[in-house]
C-alpha cells in the first residue's frame, strides 16, 4: 500500500494518490436511480436523524445515501467510491443499505471523509470503516475525536454528546488540499467554527458534458453548551469567518449541507430549479455569518447585563 504525495509546481494543493486503497476494482451494474424529487416524497423538511429515505441521484457521479434528517455523500469513482459522514450509528445501516441499493459495493468505497466530529454525523464512521475496509481521512481536530470517541474541550458543545465507538484514522488533510482516489479528486476547505476540526468539501461532478462544482458545505451553526461564549476565543471567531469567506468565494453550483434541513434541500428538490444555484454557497456562508454577529452580539448584552 502506498501513498503518493505529489505538490503540483505553483499550487499549494497536494494531491494524495490514494489508488491502492481500493480493495478491488469497483465494477457495477447501472443502478435503478431515484430522483430528487422522489426522494421529497418520503422525507420531509425536518425528518428525524435515522429514518430511512431512499437514495437519489444528485449530480453525475454524486449520490445522496443518507438518512432523511441526515446526509451522507457518495462519490462513486472508476477505482473506489467516496463516501462523506456516516450518520448515527443506528444511521450507518442505513447509508449501507442505500448504497448497496444503488448497485455499489461497501467494499469498492476506498475512502472515508467526514464533515464534522458530532456523532450525528461521524458516530456510525467505525461500522462503516468495518464494512468497508476504507481509510478514514479527517482534519487534525477532528481527528483526535474520532480516534478516541470522545468531544474535545474546544468544541462549543463540548460535554454535551455520547462518546463514539472509536474510529481508526489512517490520515488527516488540512485546508485546502486535494485528496485523489483513481480518476477521483475532492478538495477540504476549514470550515471551523460549529466545531474545531469541521471540514467542507469541494469536487467538480460531470453528466456527460454537464459538469458542476459541488459543494459538501459543514454546519457551521453557532451553537455552544451553556458556559461557553464565541466571544472569550478571538483566534476562533477569527478562523471561524476566514472559513465561512472561503465558502462564499468557493465556486460552487450545488451546495449540499450534512443536515438537509440547514440548506432546505426538501423546498430545493422540489423547486423548478432544483439543487443547482451557483450563489447558494455564499447565501449560506453569509446567513451563517448573520447568526454569528447576532451571537456574539447577544454575549456581550449578556455580560454588560451582569
Ligand atoms: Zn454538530
Known amino acids: 500500500m502506498s501513498v503518493r504525495r505529489i505538490l503540483p509546481a505553483g499550487l499549494l494543493a497536494i494531491a494524495v494518490t490514494l489508488s491502492a486503497y481500493a480493495t478491488e476494482t469497483a465494477t457495477h451494474s447501472p443502478p435503478v436511480v431515484a430522483t430528487g424529487a422522489e426522494w421529497t416524497r418520503h422525507c420531509t423538511k425536518w425528518d428525524k436523524w435515522d429514518k430511512p429515505g431512499p437514495p437519489y441521484r444528485i449530480h453525475g457521479d454524486t449520490y445522496y445515501v ?3 434528517g441526515i446526509a451522507a455523500i457518495l462519490i462513486v469513482g472508476d477505482d473506489g467510491h467516496i463516501l462523506i459522514d456516516s450518520g448515527t450509528k443506528a444511521g450507518a445501516g442505513i447509508v449501507k443499505r442505500n448504497v448497496q441499493a444503488l448497485g455499489f459495493s461497501l467494499r469498492d468505497i476506498g475512502l472515508l471523509l467526514s464533515s464534522h466530529e458530532h456523532f450525528d454525523h ?3 464512521m467505525a461500522k462503516l470503516q468495518q464494512s468497508t475496509g476504507a481509510r478514514v481521512m479527517t482534519s487534525k481536530a477532528a481527528a483526535s475525536v474520532m480516534a478516541s470517541g ?3 474541550p474546544g ?3 463540548f460535554g454535551m454528546h455520547p462518546p463514539m465507538a472509536p474510529v481508526h484514522v489512517d490520515g488527516t488533510v488540512s485546508d485546502g488540499e486535494t485528496l485523489a482516489l483513481g480518476n477521483l479528486r475532492i478538495t477540504a476547505i476549514a470550515t471551523p467554527g460549529h466545531t474545531p476540526g469541521a471540514l467542507s468539501w469541494q469536487w467538480e461532478s460531470c453528466e456527460a458534458d454537464q459538469c458542476r462544482m459541488l459543494v459538501y458545505a459543514d454546519s457551521l451553526s453557532p451553537v455552544s453548551g451553556k458556559a461557553y461564549r464565541f466571544g472569550d476565543h478571538p483566534d476562533y471567531v ?13 465556486q460552487c453550483d450545488i451546495l449540499l449541507t450534512p443536515h438537509p434541513s440547514s440548506s432546505g434541500m426538501v ?3 422540489s423547486s423548478d430549479t432544483g439543487l443547482e444555484n451557483s450563489s447558494a454557497c455564499a447565501s449560506y456562508a453569509r446567513s451563517i455569518g448573520v447568526r454569528l454577529d447576532k451571537r456574539l ?5 449578556e455580560n454588560d447585563g451582569r
Not at 242 to 247: I, P, V, Y
Request: overall charge positive; hydrophobic content about 35%; glycine content about 12%.
Open 66 to 68: 443518507g438518512t432523511c
Open 122 to 124: 461521524v458516530g456510525g
Open 150 to 152: 470522545k468531544d474535545a
Open 155 to 157: 468544541d462549543p458543545q
Open 238 to 250: 477569527a478562523a471561524y469567518r476566514a472559513g465561512l469567506e472561503r465558502l462564499a468565494t468557493a
Open 267 to 269: 423546498e430545493r428538490l
Open 297 to 301: 452580539a447577544r454575549e456581550r448584552a
